[in-house]
Structures are given as C-alpha cells and as structure tokens.
C-alpha cells in the first residue's frame, strides 16, 4: 500500500484489524466476515499487525513483549517463550532479551513490534511503516527477514511503505491509495510508470 | 508448582527470602505482645498491599476504594458469626462471594462504560462511599454505632472461630502474606499475568494481540476485591469492632495502598518492605507525637502524607527496585529456553538509577497511557 500522507492507508488497516468499525461494505478473512469483529478475535483469525507509531509494551523485557505475542497460540507459558526466543533469533533481538522495551533503539523497537507481531503466528501480517527512519543497511536487513518469512512459512505481508526502495524489493502487488480510493493497482513497475501515481505521488523520479 | 515459584531465583535472593522467613516464623518467642501488634499490622499491609498491587501493579487500574472489600467481608463474617453463630472459616466464603458481586458490578459499569484512568479511581471511591453511608443505617449490624464481636478471653481460644491471642492473630496473618506473595509471584508467571501486563502497558496494543482487554482487567479486580475480603474478615475478627465510619473511610483506602506505593508498585516484595517500613512508622509517630504532646488528630496522616511526597519525588518507582539493586539481587543472564524464569520482581535494568529517570510515573492517570508515549 502507497499513498500520499492522509490517503487512507492506517484506516485501512485499522478497518481490517477490527479498530475501526466500517461504515459500509464487507471485509473478509478465511471466508469469515471480520467488519463487526473485535480487535482479539480478528487477531485470533489469524491477522497480525504493527503501529505505525511504534507501541511495545515499554516496561516489560523484549522476551516477555514477544512472549505476550507468543501466548495466543501456546498451551502453556513455557511454549510461548519458546516461540519468542525463536522469533528473537530471527529478528536480531535475541542479545536483547532482558533489556526492557524502553531502552531500545528506534530500529529495535520497530523490530520488537514485528518480532510481538510474528509471534502470534498469524498468516496475514500488516506492517505500518516499518522501514521508515531506518539506516539503509537496517531496511536490507528487515528486507530480507520478511522475504524468508514469506518463503518460509506462507505468512501474506501487507505493508504501508514510503520507502520506494523496499516497496520495489518486496511487493508482488501495489495498491496506490489516494483520499480513500484505489487509483492504480499492479506490480511494483506497473504502478511506478502509471501517470495518475506519478502525479498524485510520486512525482517525477524514475523508480524503474 | 510452589518450586516454580523459585526456579530461576537467584540464590542470594534464595538465602535472603529464606532468612526472612525463619526470623518472622521465629520473632512470637522474642518479641513482647506489644512488638507483636506491630508485626500483625506489617503482615495485614502486606497483605492488603499484594491484593491491591495486582490491580494497579499488574493490571494498571488505580483502585482508591479498596476498603469497600475490606469493610464487606469484616461485616458480612461479622454479621453471620453474631447472628447465627456461622465461623470465620466458613462464612470467609459469603464474604467473598459478596466481595466478589460488588466488584462485578463495579467493573461491569466502569469496562461497559469505557471508564479509565482517574474516573476509575472515582469510581472506586463512590463505591466505598456508597457502603459507608449504607452501613450507617443497617440496624441489623449495629448501624453508625458499631459493630461488636463478643470477646473470649484469651486461655479459651477457639482457632476454628478465630478467638486467641497475638501470637495466633500474627501466624495468621503472616500466613496470609506469604501465601498472598506466592499467589502473585505464580500469577506473575501465568498467562494471565502476562496478560494483565500487556493490558497495564497499552491496551490497543494488548487487543491487536487478541487479548480481551476487559475480561482481564474483570479477573484482576475479582481477584484483588476476593482478597482484600479475606482481609476484612481477618481484621473483623482481630479487632472485635466495626464501624462504617472507619472501615469503609477513604482513609482505610489510602492505609491500603500506601505500602505498595511506597514499597514499589509493580514488584512482588514491595508491597512487604513498604509494610516494614510504614506500621512501625506509624507506631513510632503515635508515640513520639504522644510524648511531645502534639497528639492532635490528623499528625499521623500529615507524616504519612509528607513521607509519601518524599518517596514520589525521590524513589518514585517505590524502595525496593532500588533496595534490590543494592542487595544485587540479580540472577545472572542464561540461555536456558526458560530464561523468563528469574525473578522479574527484581527489575534488571534499574541499575544506577537509570530507571528512575525514565521511568514514568505510576500515577499518570490519564486514561490511554500509550498514546503519549514516544
């Protein structure tokens, strides 16, 4: 998902993680309508996502703020932190266990979020922004971490990105959203050479 | 399960808590009845400490009414030993269940209603308001005048109707607070706790990992209402007197929390050292206030509320993170899978004061803590 700043993208996703309740039309996940459904049981479904403003839980350790996510799909705590120590290795953050959430980096706690967010083993993930203010290398690096979570184990991603670099790595499909409405879809190089994206977007740098 | 309690545990921290013990389990045979009362209050606060941290310290809802509870289950085992002659050990069980009920109620309009953050804590002080006043006009447990239990003397003990001496009362109320300790210190482990953890933290975050953030926040109050009862039950039964001017008095409330408060909200031994340091405060200004005959009403709340001011503006998150990072009671970092299984009472990063600084306060009490953080 691009698009301008105000065009709908984190209503979007707050329609679709039960935040906000639609005003009219459905919206469906694994064949069950979740327009009505509460923020919990939409998560239970299966539909994990992040805060564009990030949101650990700052007091708590990052093992206990991935164990939180661990827990949904454990049958007892033990698994759950099993489940977050696997997801630390994943993201990096396993060195970073018992520091609280807090005491983290920006970078960190955007991976913290993601780390929360996987642990739940959800099979849609909605990343808000996850690559924005990161180092070049550190985007590389959630790149890459996504691309195997994709590979690996069949998780969807849907991102709202501003950074064009990962958006043309990642997407197999852009949706370009402008006040609320969808004025171009297809892949990343379709998208970029669509005229009405480059004017209401993207202007005129060549991304291609 | 109790040695889950401790796996993990350092063993300083281990050798310490073991200390402690035997000295509370062995202070009846050193102390005189006097030191003794004091003790019993210590062990009372404690308990009523832990039952109101898992509220707010775990849960992260601020109760100011919690001698609603207390002044339920002393009335209620009271009412039922007096006119039916019904025993503690049996009638603890309607004093829960009426704790239970208020609470219920109590939650169900504040989580219906979306009532969060300081209105909660109205809430909670309309409640107990609302039973002080009520309990006035009850002429059935005595009304304004008071309430009296029909007291033995001391030789003719009656465990199974809570009738003895000091010594009775205090390994009764020390069993109480270790129990309630090892109750919190397991809870603090379970899914429930990490649940009431998330929620105290940022509750749209808590939802967006489908956590029902109103069912827990209705356990912990259940839970912290059906143990403040046990309380009332134990104070109704030491005391002999009940009067709803002083049990259900905002007052009782703010006894209730201060020992958390200042201990450290949040840590499972804070609500104990906060009790250490307050009853026998408080006695000590009793007599000393006393001596110099400055004895006037209202001394003791004016000391207290000076030495809280002190403690929220110098140790703001409470004595014992900063009196654990002294002790060091920290265990070393392992990579075992259950890593999570140290003692998270002992704040690992409070380290040279760091904390301090960023920590935010415990009594920031507008509604949606997370949406003005970072």
């Known amino acids: 998902m691009i698009g301008p700043n105000g065009a709908g993208k984190t209503t979007l996703f707050n329609l679709i993680a039960g935040v906000f309740a639609t005003d009219a039309g459905t919206i469906t996940f694994a064949d069950e309508r979740i327009d009505r459904a509460s923020p919990e049981h939409i998560c239970q479904l299966g539909v994990a996502r992040t805060f564009q403003i990030v949101r650990p839980f700052p007091e708590l350790t990052v093992i206990e703020n991935a164990a939180i996510g661990g827990m949904l799909r454990a049958p007892d705590m033990d698994e759950a932190y099993a489940r977050a120590g696997e997801i630390l290795r994943r993201l990096d953050l396993w060195d970073k266990r018992a520091r609280k959430a807090h005491e983290l980096t920006l970078p960190d706690r955007k991976r913290l979020e993601v780390a929360r967010a996987l642990a739940t083993r959800p099979n849609l993930l909605l990343l808000d922004e996850v690559m924005a203010g990161l180092r070049p290398t550190e985007t590389d690096r959630i790149l890459e971490i996504l691309r195997t979570l994709n590979r690996e184990e069949h998780i969807t991603i849907v991102m709202i990105e501003h950074v064009m670099r990962a958006v043309m790595a990642l997407a197999t499909r852009v949706h370009v959203l402008h006040h609320g409405a969808t004025i171009a879809e297809g892949t990343p190089a379709e998208v970029t050479r669509d005229p009405r994206v480059i004017e209401s977007y993207l202007g005129a740098e060549d991304f291609a | ?374």
Request: net charge positive; with cysteine.
């Open chain 2, 1 to 374: 399960m109790i040695a889950g309690v401790f796996a993990g545990v350092s063993t300083r921290a281990r050798i310490l808590v073991a200390a402690l013990a035997v000295v509370l389990l062995a202070a009846p045979l050193v102390l005189d009845r006097y030191l003794l009362s004091v003790l019993i209050l210590v062990c009372l606060a404690a308990y009523t400490g832990q039952a109101w941290n898992v509220l707010l310290g775990f849960a992260g809802l601020l109760s100011l009414g919690h001698a609603l509870y207390l002044g339920l289950g002393a009335y209620i085992s009271a009412a039922l030993y007096v006119h039916y002659g019904i025993g503690p050990w049996l009638s603890v069980f309607p004093a829960i269940a009426a704790c239970i009920l208020v609470a219920t109620l109590l939650g169900w309009l504040a989580f219906r209603f979306r009532i969060e953050g300081v209105y909660f804590a109205l809430l909670t002080i309309a409640f107990a308001e609302v039973a002080r006043v009520g309990f006035d006009h009850i002429a059935f447990t005595g009304g304004a005048g008071g309430f009296f239990l029909p007291v033995r003397s001391e030789d003719q003990g009656q465990w199974w109707n809570l009738r003895g001496g000091p010594t009775f009362f205090y390994y009764l109320a020390l069993l109480l607070a270790g129990n309630a300790l090892l109750l919190c210190a397991l809870l603090r482990r379970s899914r429930i706790g990490h649940r009431w953890l998330a929620v105290r933290e940022d509750p749209e975050a808590a939802r967006a990992l489908g956590i029902d953030v109103n069912r827990a926040r209705m356990s912990a109050l259940l839970l912290s209402a059906a143990m403040t009862g046990i309380a009332g039950v134990f104070q109704a039964f030491y005391a002999n007197n009940l009067f709803p001017s002083q049990i259900f008095d905002i007052s009782r409330s703010i006894d209730i929390i201060l020992a958390p408060i200042i201990g450290g909200v949040g840590t499972l031994f804070g609500p104990i050292l906060g009790a250490f340091v307050l009853a026998p405060l408080g006695e000590v200004l009793i007599s000393a206030t006393g001596a110099v005959g400055l004895n006037a009403p209202g001394t003791k709340a004016l000391f207290f509320g000076l030495f809280l001011m002190a403690i929220i503006a110098g140790v703001p998150s409470g004595l014992w993170p900063r009196l654990a990072g002294v002790l060091r009671l920290r265990s070393a970092p392992d990579d075992h899978a259950l890593s999570h299984r140290r003692d998270e009472a002992l704040p690992r990063s409070c380290r040279g004061g760091r904390c301090f600084a960023e920590r935010r306060s415990w009594f920031d009490l507008r509604g949606d803590r997370s949406k003005r953080r970072r």
